[in-house]
Protein backbone atom coordinates (compact mmCIF):
# COMPACT_ATOMS: atom_id res chain seq x y z
CA UNK A 1 0.00 0.00 0.00
CA UNK A 2 2.87 1.87 1.23
CA UNK A 3 4.16 1.95 -2.68
CA UNK A 4 0.97 3.20 -4.43
CA UNK A 5 0.69 6.03 -1.73
CA UNK A 6 4.29 7.17 -3.14
CA UNK A 7 3.53 6.56 -6.64
CA UNK A 8 0.42 8.69 -5.99
CA UNK A 9 2.35 11.34 -4.37
CA UNK A 10 5.05 11.69 -6.50
CA UNK A 11 2.56 12.15 -9.59
CA UNK A 12 -0.17 14.53 -8.22
CA UNK A 13 2.02 16.25 -5.45
CA UNK A 14 -0.64 15.33 -2.77
CA UNK A 15 -1.31 12.53 -0.32
CA UNK A 16 -3.95 9.64 -1.42
CA UNK A 17 -6.70 10.34 0.98
CA UNK A 18 -8.47 7.11 2.95
CA UNK A 19 -11.30 5.45 2.67
CA UNK A 20 -12.38 3.13 5.38
CA UNK A 21 -15.24 0.55 5.34
CA UNK A 22 -16.41 -1.42 8.45
CA UNK A 23 -18.67 -4.15 8.50
CA UNK A 24 -19.89 -6.67 10.93
CA UNK A 25 -17.71 -9.47 10.03
CA UNK A 26 -15.39 -10.75 7.65
CA UNK A 27 -14.97 -14.08 5.37
CA UNK A 28 -18.58 -14.06 5.41
CA UNK A 29 -19.69 -14.01 1.14
CA UNK A 30 -22.89 -12.01 1.00
CA UNK A 31 -24.46 -8.52 -0.40
CA UNK A 32 -22.88 -6.54 1.75
CA UNK A 33 -19.38 -8.07 1.14
CA UNK A 34 -19.66 -8.11 -2.52
CA UNK A 35 -20.76 -4.49 -2.70
CA UNK A 36 -17.90 -2.54 -0.22
CA UNK A 37 -15.09 -4.99 -2.53
CA UNK A 38 -16.83 -4.38 -5.62
CA UNK A 39 -16.39 0.33 -4.55
CA UNK A 40 -13.27 -0.74 -2.89
CA UNK A 41 -11.31 -1.81 -5.80
CA UNK A 42 -12.56 0.63 -8.30
CA UNK A 43 -11.84 2.87 -5.41
CA UNK A 44 -7.84 1.80 -5.63
CA UNK A 45 -8.16 2.42 -9.13
CA UNK A 46 -9.19 5.99 -8.79
CA UNK A 47 -5.98 6.31 -6.54
CA UNK A 48 -7.32 5.83 -3.50
CA UNK A 49 -5.61 4.33 -0.11
CA UNK A 50 -9.03 2.14 0.83
CA UNK A 51 -9.14 -0.90 3.87
CA UNK A 52 -11.95 -3.19 4.62
CA UNK A 53 -12.06 -3.42 8.67
CA UNK A 54 -14.40 -6.07 10.18
CA UNK A 55 -14.91 -5.86 13.76
CA UNK A 56 -15.34 -10.06 13.55
CA UNK A 57 -13.74 -12.82 11.35
CA UNK A 58 -15.66 -15.93 10.87
CA UNK A 59 -13.99 -18.93 10.87
CA UNK A 60 -16.47 -21.12 9.70
CA UNK A 61 -16.60 -19.68 6.29
CA UNK A 62 -14.16 -19.80 3.71
CA UNK A 63 -11.39 -16.72 3.34
CA UNK A 64 -12.65 -13.85 1.52
CA UNK A 65 -10.01 -11.90 -1.22
CA UNK A 66 -9.98 -8.72 -2.54
CA UNK A 67 -8.04 -6.42 -4.87
CA UNK A 68 -4.59 -6.37 -3.98
CA UNK A 69 -4.42 -2.50 -3.25
CA UNK A 70 -7.06 -3.09 -0.83
CA UNK A 71 -6.33 -3.70 3.00
CA UNK A 72 -8.66 -5.90 4.71
CA UNK A 73 -8.46 -6.08 8.64
CA UNK A 74 -10.20 -7.45 11.61
CA UNK A 75 -10.03 -6.49 14.89
CA UNK A 76 -11.21 -9.64 16.55
CA UNK A 77 -10.56 -13.09 14.36
CA UNK A 78 -10.86 -15.13 16.96
CA UNK A 79 -15.01 -14.65 16.92
CA UNK A 80 -18.01 -14.81 14.86
CA UNK A 81 -20.38 -12.58 15.05
CA UNK A 82 -22.47 -14.68 16.70
CA UNK A 83 -24.30 -12.18 19.30
CA UNK A 84 -26.84 -13.25 21.84
CA UNK A 85 -30.03 -11.00 21.56
CA UNK A 86 -31.98 -10.11 24.47
CA UNK A 87 -35.26 -12.10 23.51
CA UNK A 88 -33.08 -14.82 22.57
CA UNK A 89 -32.18 -14.56 26.59
CA UNK A 90 -36.13 -14.27 27.56
CA UNK A 91 -37.37 -17.09 25.36
CA UNK A 92 -36.94 -20.05 28.13
CA UNK A 93 -39.09 -18.41 30.34
CA UNK A 94 -41.80 -18.84 28.31
CA UNK A 95 -41.48 -22.57 29.28
CA UNK A 96 -40.46 -21.99 32.75
CA UNK A 97 -36.71 -23.34 31.99
CA UNK A 98 -35.19 -21.37 34.71
CA UNK A 99 -31.60 -23.23 34.09
CA UNK A 100 -31.62 -22.50 30.26
CA UNK A 101 -32.66 -18.60 31.02
CA UNK A 102 -29.76 -18.24 33.43
CA UNK A 103 -27.19 -20.06 31.03
CA UNK A 104 -28.35 -17.57 28.07
CA UNK A 105 -27.95 -14.99 30.60
CA UNK A 106 -24.71 -15.58 31.30
CA UNK A 107 -24.37 -16.02 27.70
CA UNK A 108 -25.47 -12.44 27.11
CA UNK A 109 -23.60 -10.35 28.97
CA UNK A 110 -19.95 -12.16 27.82
CA UNK A 111 -21.14 -11.52 24.28
CA UNK A 112 -22.05 -7.58 25.47
CA UNK A 113 -18.50 -7.61 27.36
CA UNK A 114 -16.55 -8.89 24.52
CA UNK A 115 -18.34 -6.56 21.55
CA UNK A 116 -17.64 -3.46 23.77
CA UNK A 117 -14.07 -4.79 24.08
CA UNK A 118 -13.72 -5.35 20.64
CA UNK A 119 -15.59 -1.94 19.87
CA UNK A 120 -12.65 0.16 22.21
CA UNK A 121 -10.10 -1.27 20.03
CA UNK A 122 -11.74 -0.31 17.12
CA UNK A 123 -11.93 2.81 18.09
CA UNK A 124 -8.01 3.14 19.06
CA UNK A 125 -7.31 1.61 15.35
CA UNK A 126 -9.52 3.94 13.67
CA UNK A 127 -7.58 6.50 15.06
CA UNK A 128 -4.14 5.36 14.42
CA UNK A 129 -5.06 4.35 10.17
CA UNK A 130 -7.02 8.30 10.58
CA UNK A 131 -9.37 7.56 7.39
CA UNK A 132 -10.42 10.89 5.44
CA UNK A 133 -13.67 9.00 5.01
CA UNK A 134 -15.50 5.66 6.33
CA UNK A 135 -18.78 3.86 5.14
CA UNK A 136 -20.54 2.20 7.77
CA UNK A 137 -22.28 -0.83 6.04
CA UNK A 138 -23.72 -2.20 9.27
CA UNK A 139 -26.02 -0.09 12.09
CA UNK A 140 -24.04 -2.18 15.19
CA UNK A 141 -20.25 -0.71 13.65
CA UNK A 142 -21.30 3.16 14.34
CA UNK A 143 -21.28 2.05 18.12
CA UNK A 144 -16.83 1.49 17.59
CA UNK A 145 -16.29 4.73 15.49
CA UNK A 146 -14.62 7.46 17.07
CA UNK A 147 -16.85 10.13 18.02
CA UNK A 148 -13.84 12.96 16.24
CA UNK A 149 -14.43 10.97 12.78
CA UNK A 150 -18.54 10.46 12.90
CA UNK A 151 -18.55 13.60 11.12
CA UNK A 152 -16.54 12.08 8.45
CA UNK A 153 -18.92 9.00 8.23
CA UNK A 154 -21.83 8.02 6.04
CA UNK A 155 -24.23 5.00 6.50
CA UNK A 156 -25.24 2.60 3.97
CA UNK A 157 -28.20 0.76 5.13
CA UNK A 158 -28.42 -2.37 2.87
CA UNK A 159 -31.53 -3.98 3.99
CA UNK A 160 -35.36 -2.38 2.85
CA UNK A 161 -36.79 0.56 4.78
CA UNK A 162 -39.88 -0.82 5.55
CA UNK A 163 -38.05 -3.93 7.47
CA UNK A 164 -35.80 -1.60 9.37
CA UNK A 165 -38.93 0.27 10.80
CA UNK A 166 -40.21 -2.99 11.86
CA UNK A 167 -37.34 -4.06 13.72
CA UNK A 168 -37.43 -0.38 16.30
CA UNK A 169 -34.43 -1.68 18.50
CA UNK A 170 -32.11 -1.26 14.97
CA UNK A 171 -34.23 1.49 13.80
CA UNK A 172 -33.23 3.69 17.08
CA UNK A 173 -29.89 2.66 16.81
CA UNK A 174 -29.68 4.17 13.51
CA UNK A 175 -31.62 7.38 14.60
CA UNK A 176 -30.01 8.18 17.51
CA UNK A 177 -26.91 9.07 15.28
CA UNK A 178 -28.87 11.47 13.24
CA UNK A 179 -27.12 14.88 14.42
CA UNK A 180 -23.56 12.94 14.53
CA UNK A 181 -22.84 11.64 11.81
CA UNK A 182 -22.35 13.39 8.23
CA UNK A 183 -25.45 11.33 6.39
CA UNK A 184 -26.86 8.39 5.49
CA UNK A 185 -27.09 6.50 1.92
CA UNK A 186 -30.08 4.75 0.83
CA UNK A 187 -30.11 2.05 -1.96
CA UNK A 188 -33.39 3.25 -3.38
CA UNK A 189 -35.31 6.70 -4.29
CA UNK A 190 -37.86 4.93 -2.54
CA UNK A 191 -36.12 4.22 0.51
CA UNK A 192 -34.58 7.80 0.37
CA UNK A 193 -38.22 9.44 0.65
CA UNK A 194 -39.21 7.31 3.31
CA UNK A 195 -35.80 8.08 5.38
CA UNK A 196 -36.51 11.92 4.77
CA UNK A 197 -40.49 11.59 6.17
CA UNK A 198 -39.27 9.46 8.69
CA UNK A 199 -37.00 12.38 9.78
CA UNK A 200 -33.42 11.44 8.55
CA UNK A 201 -31.32 14.08 7.83
CA UNK A 202 -28.77 14.45 4.83
CA UNK A 203 -30.03 11.58 3.02
CA UNK A 204 -28.51 11.05 -0.22
CA UNK A 205 -29.60 8.31 -2.83
CA UNK A 206 -26.58 5.54 -4.29
CA UNK A 207 -27.34 2.64 -6.05
CA UNK A 208 -25.36 -0.81 -5.59
CA UNK A 209 -23.34 -1.60 -8.78
CA UNK A 210 -22.81 -5.03 -10.47
CA UNK A 211 -20.24 -6.61 -9.26
CA UNK A 212 -19.20 -6.97 -13.09
CA UNK A 213 -19.63 -6.15 -16.77
CA UNK A 214 -20.13 -7.64 -19.61
CA UNK A 215 -20.94 -7.31 -23.47
CA UNK A 216 -22.69 -10.42 -23.81
CA UNK A 217 -26.15 -11.19 -23.37
CA UNK A 218 -27.74 -14.57 -22.44
CA UNK A 219 -29.47 -16.25 -25.13
CA UNK A 220 -32.83 -16.12 -23.82
CA UNK A 221 -34.68 -18.30 -26.47
CA UNK A 222 -32.35 -20.69 -27.14
CA UNK A 223 -31.36 -21.81 -23.15
CA UNK A 224 -34.63 -22.67 -21.48
CA UNK A 225 -33.54 -22.60 -18.26
CA UNK A 226 -34.29 -21.01 -15.00
CA UNK A 227 -31.93 -20.08 -12.52
CA UNK A 228 -31.83 -18.58 -9.16
CA UNK A 229 -28.08 -17.74 -7.22
CA UNK A 230 -28.86 -17.40 -3.64
CA UNK A 231 -27.85 -18.12 -0.05
CA UNK A 232 -29.90 -21.32 0.09
CA UNK A 233 -32.63 -20.50 3.20
CA UNK A 234 -36.62 -20.55 3.31
CA UNK A 235 -36.81 -17.52 6.11
CA UNK A 236 -35.95 -14.55 4.04
CA UNK A 237 -35.10 -16.03 0.44
CA UNK A 238 -38.09 -19.09 0.83
CA UNK A 239 -36.00 -21.11 -1.47
CA UNK A 240 -38.30 -24.09 -0.71
CA UNK A 241 -41.63 -22.01 -1.88
CA UNK A 242 -39.27 -21.26 -5.15
CA UNK A 243 -38.47 -24.70 -5.65
CA UNK A 244 -42.41 -25.72 -4.93
CA UNK A 245 -43.72 -23.17 -7.29
CA UNK A 246 -41.50 -24.12 -10.34
CA UNK A 247 -42.10 -28.12 -9.55
CA UNK A 248 -45.85 -26.49 -10.63
CA UNK A 249 -45.24 -25.16 -13.57
CA UNK A 250 -42.65 -28.07 -14.44
CA UNK A 251 -46.30 -30.23 -14.41
CA UNK A 252 -47.00 -29.05 -17.54
CA UNK A 253 -45.69 -30.89 -20.33
CA UNK A 254 -45.48 -27.55 -22.45
CA UNK A 255 -41.99 -27.16 -20.50
CA UNK A 256 -40.13 -30.40 -20.82
CA UNK A 257 -37.62 -28.69 -22.31
CA UNK A 258 -36.93 -26.05 -19.81
CA UNK A 259 -34.46 -26.59 -16.38
CA UNK A 260 -34.31 -25.16 -13.25
CA UNK A 261 -30.94 -24.58 -11.82
CA UNK A 262 -30.32 -23.35 -7.95
CA UNK A 263 -26.99 -22.24 -6.79
CA UNK A 264 -26.49 -21.33 -3.34
CA UNK A 265 -24.28 -21.96 -0.20
CA UNK A 266 -26.33 -23.57 2.15
CA UNK A 267 -28.72 -26.69 2.95
CA UNK A 268 -31.82 -27.57 0.82
CA UNK A 269 -35.03 -28.71 3.69
CA UNK A 270 -36.21 -32.08 3.41
CA UNK A 271 -39.16 -31.46 1.24
CA UNK A 272 -37.60 -29.60 -1.37
CA UNK A 273 -34.77 -32.65 -1.78
CA UNK A 274 -37.89 -34.59 -1.99
CA UNK A 275 -39.18 -32.44 -4.91
CA UNK A 276 -35.78 -32.23 -6.65
CA UNK A 277 -35.52 -36.27 -6.33
CA UNK A 278 -38.81 -36.64 -8.33
CA UNK A 279 -38.29 -34.23 -10.68
CA UNK A 280 -35.50 -34.00 -13.29
CA UNK A 281 -36.09 -30.81 -14.21
CA UNK A 282 -34.79 -28.99 -11.33
CA UNK A 283 -30.92 -29.35 -10.00
CA UNK A 284 -29.55 -28.07 -6.99
CA UNK A 285 -25.72 -27.14 -8.24
CA UNK A 286 -24.29 -25.66 -5.16
CA UNK A 287 -21.98 -22.22 -4.88
CA UNK A 288 -20.48 -20.59 -7.81
CA UNK A 289 -17.84 -18.13 -8.79
CA UNK A 290 -18.60 -17.48 -11.69
CA UNK A 291 -22.45 -16.24 -11.89
CA UNK A 292 -21.75 -14.03 -15.18
CA UNK A 293 -21.15 -17.35 -17.11
CA UNK A 294 -24.50 -19.00 -15.45
CA UNK A 295 -26.38 -16.50 -16.00
CA UNK A 296 -25.30 -15.79 -19.52
CA UNK A 297 -26.52 -19.45 -20.03
CA UNK A 298 -29.53 -18.63 -18.34
CA UNK A 299 -33.22 -17.16 -19.62
CA UNK A 300 -35.16 -16.20 -16.75
CA UNK A 301 -34.05 -15.30 -13.05
CA UNK A 302 -36.28 -16.05 -9.91
CA UNK A 303 -36.77 -14.02 -6.73
CA UNK A 304 -39.41 -15.04 -3.74
CA UNK A 305 -37.43 -13.15 -0.62
CA UNK A 306 -39.68 -11.61 1.59
CA UNK A 307 -37.08 -8.85 2.24
CA UNK A 308 -34.57 -7.26 0.07
CA UNK A 309 -32.64 -4.19 0.75
CA UNK A 310 -31.46 -3.75 -3.29
CA UNK A 311 -30.51 -6.89 -4.73
CA UNK A 312 -26.93 -7.58 -6.32
CA UNK A 313 -28.59 -10.89 -8.03
CA UNK A 314 -31.44 -8.72 -10.00
CA UNK A 315 -28.86 -6.39 -11.38
CA UNK A 316 -26.60 -9.24 -12.55
CA UNK A 317 -29.03 -10.48 -14.41
CA UNK A 318 -30.13 -7.98 -15.76
CA UNK A 319 -26.42 -7.01 -16.90
CA UNK A 320 -26.65 -10.32 -18.61
CA UNK A 321 -29.83 -9.72 -20.37
CA UNK A 322 -31.75 -12.04 -17.89
CA UNK A 323 -35.11 -10.83 -17.04
CA UNK A 324 -36.44 -11.33 -13.29
CA UNK A 325 -39.73 -12.59 -12.13
CA UNK A 326 -40.07 -11.60 -8.24
CA UNK A 327 -42.33 -11.02 -5.44
CA UNK A 328 -42.26 -7.51 -4.17
CA UNK A 329 -40.02 -7.41 -1.80
CA UNK A 330 -39.71 -3.99 -0.50
CA UNK A 331 -39.54 -0.12 -1.46
CA UNK A 332 -36.64 -1.18 -4.10
CA UNK A 333 -38.32 -3.59 -6.35
CA UNK A 334 -39.63 -1.31 -8.85
CA UNK A 335 -36.24 0.27 -9.39
CA UNK A 336 -34.24 -3.19 -9.82
CA UNK A 337 -37.41 -4.73 -12.06
CA UNK A 338 -39.22 -2.22 -14.23
CA UNK A 339 -42.55 -4.26 -14.19
CA UNK A 340 -43.41 -5.31 -17.59
CA UNK A 341 -40.53 -4.46 -19.09
CA UNK A 342 -37.45 -6.08 -17.50
CA UNK A 343 -39.41 -8.46 -16.26
CA UNK A 344 -42.73 -8.97 -13.51
CA UNK A 345 -43.30 -8.15 -9.78
CA UNK A 346 -45.72 -10.05 -8.17
CA UNK A 347 -47.53 -8.79 -5.31
CA UNK A 348 -46.25 -10.75 -1.76
CA UNK A 349 -48.20 -14.23 -1.21
CA UNK A 350 -49.83 -14.24 -4.85
CA UNK A 351 -48.31 -17.62 -5.83
CA UNK A 352 -50.98 -18.50 -8.56
CA UNK A 353 -49.75 -14.69 -10.24
CA UNK A 354 -46.23 -15.99 -9.80
CA UNK A 355 -46.53 -18.65 -11.94
CA UNK A 356 -48.66 -17.33 -14.20
CA UNK A 357 -46.86 -14.29 -15.25
CA UNK A 358 -43.28 -17.37 -15.34
CA UNK A 359 -45.00 -19.24 -17.45
CA UNK A 360 -46.44 -15.72 -19.90
CA UNK A 361 -42.38 -15.12 -20.07
CA UNK A 362 -41.51 -19.28 -20.40
CA UNK A 363 -44.20 -19.10 -23.33
CA UNK A 364 -43.91 -16.03 -24.69
CA UNK A 365 -40.56 -15.86 -27.04
CA UNK A 366 -40.70 -11.96 -28.50
CA UNK A 367 -42.17 -10.74 -24.81
CA UNK A 368 -39.00 -12.79 -23.73
CA UNK A 369 -36.43 -11.51 -25.90
CA UNK A 370 -37.78 -7.79 -25.38
CA UNK A 371 -37.41 -8.17 -21.94
CA UNK A 372 -33.91 -9.41 -22.33
CA UNK A 373 -32.94 -6.33 -24.41
CA UNK A 374 -34.61 -3.97 -21.75
CA UNK A 375 -32.77 -5.44 -19.10
CA UNK A 376 -29.27 -5.29 -21.02
CA UNK A 377 -29.84 -1.38 -21.35
CA UNK A 378 -31.20 -1.01 -18.47
CA UNK A 379 -28.40 -2.19 -15.98
CA UNK A 380 -26.11 0.24 -17.60
CA UNK A 381 -27.62 2.41 -15.08
CA UNK A 382 -25.42 0.07 -12.32
CA UNK A 383 -22.19 -0.15 -14.06
CA UNK A 384 -19.62 0.59 -10.83
CA UNK A 385 -17.51 3.09 -13.25
CA UNK A 386 -21.47 5.32 -13.14
CA UNK A 387 -22.25 4.72 -9.07
CA UNK A 388 -18.35 5.51 -8.41
CA UNK A 389 -19.34 8.86 -9.22
CA UNK A 390 -22.48 9.62 -6.73
CA UNK A 391 -19.42 8.57 -3.99
CA UNK A 392 -17.04 11.17 -5.55
CA UNK A 393 -19.67 13.62 -5.26
CA UNK A 394 -20.64 12.62 -1.58
CA UNK A 395 -16.80 12.69 -0.64
CA UNK A 396 -16.63 16.36 -1.92
CA UNK A 397 -19.44 17.43 0.23
CA UNK A 398 -17.77 15.29 3.42
CA UNK A 399 -14.33 17.61 2.58
CA UNK A 400 -16.51 20.57 2.69
CA UNK A 401 -17.81 19.78 6.03
CA UNK A 402 -15.01 19.04 7.59
CA UNK A 403 -12.46 22.46 6.51
Known amino acids: MLKWCWIY ?26 VNKTLAEEFAKKGFDV ?28 LPWNLVRKKTVIEPLKKLDIISFFKRLRSYFVSKKTLLEDYEKMRRYITKENPDYIIASQYQVLKGIPKAFLKKTVYEHHRSFDMFKIERDNYKVIKKYNDLIFGYVWLSKSALNKAVNAGFKNNYCIYNPVRFSTNNQADVLLNKKLVVISRIENTLKRINLMIELVDKVFKNSKYKEWVF ?29 NPKDVLLSS ?33 AVFEEVLDNN ?11 LYVKKLETLMSNDDKLKSFSDNCKEYSNNFLVSNIIDDWLELFKKIDKENL
Open 299 to 331: SINLNTSVSEGFSLSILEASMCGVPTVTFNHGE
Open 261 to 289: EIYGLGDLDEDSKKIIKNNNQIVYKGPTD
Open 342 to 352: TGFVVKQNDNE
Open 51 to 78: EILSVRNNQMEKNVSCGSRVKLSVINGE
Open 9 to 34: FKNTGEYMKKIMFIQNEGNVVGGVWY
